[in-house]
């Protein structure tokens, strides 16, 4: 261990590898039910060289590497190792925006770039990003999209990795590939921009869309050390409005209606004690708001940007009343409990810290997955099944349903808190994760980002994608060091 130690401080420098016990054991575990495991080293690494190096490395060492570019917490347990000796590959440094194209609305960026850090460049130049739900306020920009992580506006989402266009990767072998518009013969980024190139089209280079096999890879495949993102124009008008429902089901029609016209911006549909933590910041803001919120909620946004920005948001305005008014719902600017001013800014910043799904119960487990719209309702009930009958309060499951590619998938998602601190809680709501995820993939729930135990249960009914799947990684990662125990690896 020692000899690997020194060439590690070698390639990225005495103080940036660290085996401090406090730090290794932060990096053992997550909010996930993972099995904790510490880490060998965490190496923080500045450049793509340096990434490289490592990674060509671990090849003869047959070392594993887990790459993490977000900070703490963390909940999927996909940063946490399953290999022995693993040495986490710290990306969090390298968090420069290396170009912010206006006319293209392209920006090029580091892993290590964060929402709230990109948001501010951004606005310099006119210019925002869509974002999830409340993101970390340390998260990585790349690495939420790499996951595919929801975003907010879904007549923007034009495909699932959206908006993910060309990246840098270091693949499991060692080599450098440069996806989409990037990987043409001029390989340099100066060169591509001179010759009016923005790194903008994800596909090729030739006929395959490599950045697919990085997708919700888990950092299984490679390791990304830049990406360009596709980005919008800053609104000079933004509101937000609310259709409330006793029930999710007096939604789905009128949901639906809007997004076949595309109208609105951010359109989200989320249930009372997801709000509820959203805008409560301690136990008893939130219990307090869950009885006063309405049990659901569409929350649409209208923005007006360079083009007739108030004639557009007043006719859409006017255009998203009338469906609303037809289906019998109200449509509205304050709702018991929440201002639109209120939501809005929220919607539009990353999230408090502590993260606003750790500030109810001190823990949070998720299940989330692609659906229909029209299906939801009854995968609903069926965790809510769940939950009575391990006597786990319904009322405390936070719901939230994000529209994806236009509206023609969802991404459904239930956020069960836990006290960590109580074993009785934390063995129950493992339970529960487990029992509830297994009944919802009977159902058809599709579970395209498998984390954790989730891997067995897809892969287990899938054996022809798992096998293709490893014959993949053997070819990208001939020697499985990259994040081995992840998928079906």
């Not at 996930?32 to 690494?45: D, E, I, Q, T, Y």
């Amino acid at each position: 261990m020692d000899n690997k130690k020194e060439k590690l401080m070698s390639i990225v420098g005495k103080e940036n590898v660290l085996d401090d016990p406090e730090i290794l054991e932060a990096h053992s575990s997550d909010h996930s039910f993972a099995r904790p495991m510490n880490p060998r080293f965490l190496v923080k690494v500045k450049s793509v060289d340096q990434v490289q190096e490592i990674v060509g490395w671990a090849n003869q060492t047959r070392t594993p590497l887990v790459p993490v570019s977000s900070g703490p917490p963390h909940f999927n347990g996909d940063t946490v190792p399953s290999a022995t000796g693993a040495i986490i590959v710290d990306l969090s440094g390298m968090d420069k925006i290396l170009r912010i194209d206006r006319r293209n609305r392209v920006a090029l960026i580091e892993p290590g770039v964060t929402y709230g850090q990109l948001q501010t460049e951004l606005a310099k130049e006119s210019l925002t990003a869509c974002t999830p739900l409340l993101p970390r306020v340390n998260k990585s920009v790349i690495a939420s999209l790499l996951e595919r992580q929801p975003t907010l506006i879904p007549k923007f989402h034009w495909s699932f990795p959206e908006p993910l266009r060309c990246l840098e990767v270091v693949w499991g072998g060692g080599e450098i590939f440069w996806t989409g518009e990037a990987g043409g013969q001029v390989r340099s980024l100066e060169k591509q921009w001179e010759n009016g190139l923005a790194q903008l089209d994800p596909k090729g280079p030739l006929e395959t869309d490599w950045h697919r096999l990085i997708s919700a890879s888990q950092g299984t495949m490679g390791i990304v050390t830049w990406a360009t993102i596709k980005c919008q124009i800053l609104p000079k008008i933004h509101k937000l409005f609310f259709v409330p429902a006793k029930s999710l089901e007096d939604l789905v029609d009128c949901a639906y209606r809007l997004l076949r016209l595309r109208l609105g911006d951010e359109l989200l549909l989320i249930n009372s004690s997801n709000l509820a933590s959203l805008l409560g910041e301690n136990p008893r803001e939130i219990s307090a708001l869950k009885e006063e919120l309405p049990p659901w909620v569409i929350i649409i946004g209208i923005a007006g940007r360079d083009i007739l920005p108030e004639e557009k948001v007043e006719v859409q305005e006017q255009d998203i009343q009338e469906i609303v008014h037809q289906f019998g719902l109200q449509f509205a600017s304050t709702i018991p409990g929440a201002t639109s001013a209120r939501v809005l800014d929220l919607l539009l910043r990353p999230s408090r810290t502590p993260y606003w799904k750790l500030s109810y119960r001190g823990g949070c487990r998720d299940i989330f997955f692609l659906t229909l719209l029209e299906k939801a309702p009854e995968l609903v009930r069926t965790v809510h099944a769940c939950a009575e009958a391990l006597d786990y309060p319904r009322t405390d499951i936070g719901i939230y349903i994000q529209p994806q590619h236009q509206g023609v998938a969802n991404h459904c998602e239930f956020n069960l808190p836990f006290d960590p601190a109580n074993a009785r809680d934390v063995t129950r709501v493992k339970e529960l994760f487990a029992r509830a995820s297994e009944e919802l993939i009977k159902q058809g729930a599709y579970f395209s980002r498998p984390y954790d135990i989730w891997a067995n249960m897809v892969y287990g009914r899938d054996i022809q994608t798992a096998s293709l799947l490893k014959e993949i990684k053997d070819i990208f990662d001939p020697n499985h060091v990259l994040n081995p125990g992840k998928l079906c690896f």
